[in-house]
C-alpha cells in the first residue's frame, strides 16, 4: 500500500509526460473537433465577466459555443486537486545541479512543492509586484500573440503551422530574457 | 391515458443529454491534463527556470515528445478515422498569416511566463493543488487580456 502511494506520488521522466501531453491533441479533435488551447478561456472568462455597456468588441461573441474549453479549464482545476493536492510529490523537484545553484542564487530554497515559499509569501510586497506583473504580460501577450504554450508550441507545431514556430520561438526568447536578467533585479527588491 | 415516453416530453430531449455528457468529457479530459502537467512537472515553477537557463533536457525533451508525439497521432486520426466522436469532419483552423503579432505577443508572454513561472494551464492547475497566490495571477492575466481586447486596434499584428 505504501509501495503503491509513493508511486502514484512520484513524478514522472520527461518521456513518459511528454507523449502524454502530445494525445491532447488528437484527443480534443477526436471528442469534437476542438482545437487544443488554453488562454482563450481569459477571453472566455472576459466576456463572461464584463459588464455589457463597459465591453470592448473583442469580447462581444457567442462565449457559449466555448463552454467546452470552461469545462476543460475545470478539470484543470480537479487535475491539480488530484495530482498536486491529494497526490502530491514529498520530495522537491528533481534539479539539475547547475539549476539548484542557479536557484539559490536568486535567494530560492529548493524545498517540496511545485513553487517556492518565497515566491507565494504575500506578506512581502515585491512578491505582489512579481506575481502581478507576470500576470498581466501572460494574460496580454497570450491574447496578443494569439495563444500560448498549448495552442502553439504543442497544437500549432503539431500541425505544421509556421506562425506557431515564430510563436514559440518569441516565448522562449522572451523567457529566456526575463528569467536570466529580469527576475533577478525582481529578487533582489524580494530578499 | 398512454404510457408511452415520448422523448423530449417524457424524458431529456436526447440532444440535452448528448451535450452534457459531451461537456462532461472535456472536464475529464481537463482533469486527465491538469494530472500531467504535475506529475510532468511543467507546472513547477522550478522546472520553468531550469529549462530557460538551459540546465536540463527535462523540459525539452518533454515538449519534444509533446510535440513529435501530437504530430504523428494527429496525422493518423486525420489519416484513418477522419471524423470526431460527433461525425464532424476533423479540421484544424490555420492561425492568421503574418508575424508581428506571433513576434510581440510572442515575446511578452515569455517575459511573463520567466518570472512567476506559469503559463495558463498551471495557472489553473496550481489554484486547483491550492496554491492561491495564483489568484492574484490569473486575475492580473484577466486584466492583461482585457487591455488586449481594448487597446487591439491600436496595435500592429
Known sequence: ?191 | MTTTKIPGVHTAPASTTRAATGLLAYLLAGLYFGVVLVKSEAASWYRIQEMFRFESFHMFGLIGSAVLTGMVTTALLRRFVGRSREGQAISVTPKEKGWRRYVLGGLTFGVGWGLAGVCPGPIFTLLGAGIWPMLLVLAFALLGTYLYGAFKDRLPH
Not at chain 1, 116 to 132: K, Q, Y
Open chain 1, 1 to 191: 500500500m505504501t509501495d503503491l502511494l509513493d508511486f502514484l506520488r512520484s513524478p514522472w521522466p520527461w518521456y513518459v509526460g511528454g507523449p502524454l501531453i502530445g494525445l491532447t491533441v488528437p484527443l480534443l479533435l477526436w471528442l469534437g473537433n476542438k482545437s487544443f488551447g488554453i488562454s482563450s478561456n481569459l477571453r472566455h472568462a472576459c466576456a463572461i465577466l464584463l459588464p455589457e455597456s463597459a465591453k470592448p468588441g473583442f469580447f462581444r461573441y457567442d462565449w457559449k459555443k466555448e463552454r467546452w474549453n470552461l469545462m476543460f479549464a475545470g478539470g484543470l482545476l480537479l487535475g491539480g486537486l488530484v495530482a498536486g493536492g491529494l497526490l502530491a510529490n514529498p520530495e522537491p523537484t528533481r534539479l539539475s545541479a547547475a539549476a539548484v545553484q542557479s536557484v539559490q542564487d536568486l535567494g530560492v530554497t529548493v524545498r517540496p512543492g511545485l513553487v517556492p515559499a518565497e515566491l507565494t509569501d504575500l506578506s512581502n510586497p515585491g512578491v505582489w509586484l512579481l506575481l502581478a506583473f507576470s500576470g498581466l504580460l501572460v494574460g496580454f501577450g497570450t491574447r496578443y500573440g494569439g495563444g500560448c504554450t498549448s495552442g502553439h508550441a504543442i497544437t500549432g507545431l503539431s500541425t505544421l503551422q509556421g506562425p506557431s514556430l515564430i510563436a514559440t520561438i518569441s516565448f522562449f526568447g522572451g523567457g529566456i530574457l526575463s528569467a536570466n536578467f529580469l527576475l533577478p533585479l525582481f529578487m533582489a527588491v524580494i530578499r
